[in-house]
């Protein structure tokens, strides 16, 4: 029996691996096969090219209808499917 057991469990303090914005990771696992990776604020494709995810803007309803970036589309998406859920939870 080791005299400080718990010694054993401590691991030296991981290197935070860099995070994604929710939606960016929602994309890259819908579409492995399309999608290459993240970097810089820009989707990239397997054949290289890359993609603006979010322009940083605050937008109205209407500005961001008429305006939209990748992150306003799966926010959107994500607005819905909370809601959806949500009132089909109530019923």
Known sequence: MALFPAVAYLQPPALAAPTL???VDLLLQAYPRHLKGYADNRIIWK???????????????????????????????????????????DE
Do not use: V
């Open 47 to 89: 054949d290289g090219t890359t993609m603006q995810y979010d322009d940083g803007l605050l937008k109205t309803e209407d500005q961001t209808f008429d305006s939209t970036d990748l992150e306003d589309q799966i926010n959107g998406l994500l607005y819905t499917c909370l809601l959806y859920t949500s009132d089909a939870a």
């Open 21 to 23: 914005p929710p939606g």
